[in-house]
């Protein structure tokens, strides 16, 4: 092999080396290109060397000085971007402080929850208690202890959800013995109203009392607009010396306004049988400022909930005096304040929970 081949076979395979050096960015491309030039089995300078054998005695030593010059050049290229390439690979354990973060997933309030949170607080800074009672109840602590014994046609106001199987141990107390097993038996029943509390809470506690009990309360109802068979309420009670229905009112004005802004209250005579007198409470109709429109029907007012003086029956069934004490009681429906506060018309949407609607509420 004369001299001028072997230049021209060292620039063929420069000019191969080169370009797959250029497009190395791996230790691992690095290694192969080593292997494909250098490796003693299959390397093409290798291969290159072992023709030594056809080059005239007088220039083998030229041509040695050539190989191996060519050999040289690309081990320290090769050398050269390994350098290259270790220089832009991250240290174990960096970070990338310029990275931004990945968006962290923020729920929010259910709108029912962020009544309930604004409603305690209300309650709460005015001294009272709050407290949550159980939703699977007997048919004396929401029934008959509130002045509705078995027979009282006020038990079908409410469809009522009864239980297949009793409580275990009963909380029958004192009219135990009265009532037949088998009816004792049928009366365990997801609570209709909160206002079970208020015998379990008058039994266990004298008065004084100012007293919150928000909670779902159940009934016999289908879905509908303004219906569903599960829903919550704020039950309350106040109970002490000299309690009037102007403290009834008082309490209302300072809460619905807390509630609602600048709304007016009036009370309206009604019946529910542990009360005596009892009222329902209306707000003037925030939408048309008590003019009249389609959200109030054209009356200027909205129902917010159900009121009374405690019947004195209902006194007497948790062994209190009532000529020592007097009090008021209240229920309110949590959805129904919701509805109103927050402009929805459709009651299930609060239990449908659907992104598209709860995320209409802020943070
Ligand atoms: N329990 C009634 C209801 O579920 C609401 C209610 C009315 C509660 C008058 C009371 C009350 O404590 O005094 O509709």
Same mark, same amino acid.
């Given at each position: 092999?004369? %001299? ?10 420069? $000019?191969?080396?080169?370009?797959? !050096?250029? =497009? ?16 003693? *089995? ?45 220089? /832009? ?56 202890? !509130? ?23 009963? /909380? ?30 008058? *039994? ?41 229905? $102007?403290?009834? *009112? ?62 004195? =029956? ?11 004490? /007097? ?26 929970? %659907? ?9």
């Amino acid at each position: 092999m004369p %001299d001028t081949e072997v230049r021209t076979a060292i620039d063929a395979l420069r $000019a191969d080396f080169r370009a797959r !050096l250029a =497009a190395a960015t791996t230790d691992r491309d690095l290694d192969a290109l080593d292997a494909a030039f250098l490796s003693r *089995k299959n390397g093409s300078v290798t291969a290159l060397l072992k023709q030594v054998g056809t080059v005239p005695p007088d220039e083998r030593r030229e041509f040695g000085r050539l190989v191996n010059a060519f050999k040289t050049e690309i081990e320290s290229a090769i050398e050269e971007k390994r350098g290259a390439v270790a220089a /832009t690979r991250r240290p174990a354990g960096a970070i990338d402080p310029t990275l931004g973060s990945r968006p962290i997933p923020i729920g929010r309030i259910h709108p029912l929850m962020r009544v309930r949170q604004e409603v305690e607080d209300i309650f709460a800074r005015m001294g009272y208690e709050i407290l949550e009672g159980p939703e699977v109840e007997d048919d004396y602590h929401n029934f008959e202890a !509130l002045n509705m014994p078995p027979d009282h046609p006020a038990r079908d106001m409410q469809d009522t959800l009864y239980l297949g199987v009793p409580i275990a141990g009963g /909380t029958w107390g004192a009219h135990r013995g009265r009532v037949p097993e088998a009816q004792v038996r049928a009366a365990t029943l997801l609570r209709t109203h909160t206002s079970a509390m208020q015998i379990r809470y008058m *039994k266990t506690f004298p008065p004084p009392i100012r007293l919150i009990v928000p909670g779902r309360v159940y009934r016999r109802d289908q879905l509908d607009l303004s219906h569903t068979p599960m829903f919550q309420q704020f039950e309350g009670l106040v109970v002490g010396r000299g309690i009037t229905l $102007a403290d009834l *009112k008082g309490t209302f004005e300072a809460m619905l306004r807390d509630l609602f802004g600048d709304v007016r209250v009036r009370l309206r005579p009604s019946f529910f049988p542990y009360t005596e007198p009892s009222a329902e409470v209306d707000i003037s109709c925030q939408s048309c400022g008590g003019s009249g429109c389609g959200t109030c029907k054209h009356t200027g007012w909205l129902e917010i909930l159900g009121s009374g003086m405690v019947h004195p =029956a209902v006194f007497e069934a948790v062994g209190y005096d009532p000529d020592e004490v /007097t009090g008021f009681a209240f229920g309110m429906g949590m959805e129904r304040v919701a509805m109103l506060k927050y402009g929805v018309d459709d009651i299930r949407l609060f239990y449908e929970n %659907d992104l598209r609607f709860l995320e209409q509420f802020p943070l």
